[in-house]
């Protein structure tokens, strides 16, 4: 896979993208990155990516000419490449959408600055995203997020290949519930001890024990995730007796 960002300020990504599991998987080949300056498709002296917004109003706006000149560069280079844009706009990023995204073989993230980014621009765009209802500065952090989710699903990234598959929210064997709890030695500290069945060897017990424990830990604290999950009838019965009692009678989502 070839992910690459367009971007004012490209020496952000660098530092990120070789350490720990992206620069593992990066020096081991199973994906490739790049980081291109929005500025280097500019042609003025000031090398110029903004402008004030027509209408008035604070702030500036990323202008659409240079990102055009600069997407549709880069994608002459090769396959044609999953355009993102970052925008509160977009759809919210979740693991679904990191799975989709794994599977591309080229991801282009243009990341926008300022105020914003002129509309017309995301005619370029074949999805938008957002990671949050917050403000960020820019869509560089974005960028990284999405980037950090879809690697760690590609094959070899983590080594262990089950890794992905047991972690929250994943849609594999966990069936989109939050990972169960997890201890390391010492067995009791501070008062508070490790569960006996995990002490016990007893691997058909461990199994059991934790996907209860997945299940209790979404009711008590996400369990807007339970409808979509994958549940048997008498988990989903056990389920629903665990929101009411973690979140009273009628509880909604909503």
Same mark, same amino acid.
Request: glycine share 12%; charged share 20%; proline share 3%.
């Given at each position: 896979m070839l992910i690459e960002t367009l971007s004012v300020f490209p020496a952000m990504f660098e530092p990120v993208m070789s350490t720990s599991i992206l620069g593992r998987a990066r020096q081991a080949g199973i994906f490739d990155f790049k980081a291109y300056d929005l500025r280097d498709w500019t042609h003025d002296r000031h090398r110029t990516v903004d402008d004030e917004p027509y209408g008035g109003g604070q702030g500036m706006l990323m202008k659409a000419p240079p990102i055009f000149e600069a997407v549709r560069s880069i994608a002459s280079q090769g396959p044609r490449p999953h355009v993102v844009f970052f925008t509160p706009c977009g759809a919210p990023f979740d693991q679904r959408t990191a799975e989709r995204l794994s599977h591309e073989e080229r991801l282009l993230f243009v990341c926008g600055r300022y105020e914003g980014i002129d509309e017309?621009?995301?005619? %370029?765009?074949?999805?938008? *995203?957002?990671?949050?209802?917050? &403000? /960020?500065?820019?869509?560089? *952090? +974005? +960028?990284? &997020?999405?980037? $950090?989710?879809? &690697?760690? /699903? %590609?094959?070899?990234? *983590?080594? $262990? =290949?089950? !890794?992905?598959?047991?972690? !929250? @929210? #994943?849609?594999?064997?966990?069936?989109? %519930? /939050? =990972?169960? #709890?997890?201890?390391?030695?010492?067995? #009791? @500290?501070e008062g508070a001890e490790v569960p006996e069945v995990l002490l016990s060897g007893d691997h058909a017990k461990v199994d059991a024990w934790r996907r209860a424990n997945a299940i209790e830990r979404t009711c008590r604290w996400r369990p807007d995730l339970i409808p979509t999950a994958r549940l048997s009838e008498s988990e989903r019965g056990r389920a629903a007796e665990l929101v009411e009692r973690y979140h009273g009678p009628g509880y909604s989502e909503a």
């Open positions: 017309r621009a995301y005619a %370029l765009a074949d999805e938008r *995203l957002s990671i949050g209802d917050y &403000v /960020l500065t820019g869509g560089e *952090l +974005a +960028a990284m &997020v999405v980037t $950090d989710a879809v &690697v760690r /699903l %590609l094959p070899g990234a *983590l080594g $262990d =290949e089950m !890794s992905s598959v047991d972690e !929250s @929210f #994943a849609t594999g064997e966990t069936g989109g %519930l /939050l =990972e169960y #709890a997890q201890y390391t030695r010492p067995a #009791a @500290f």
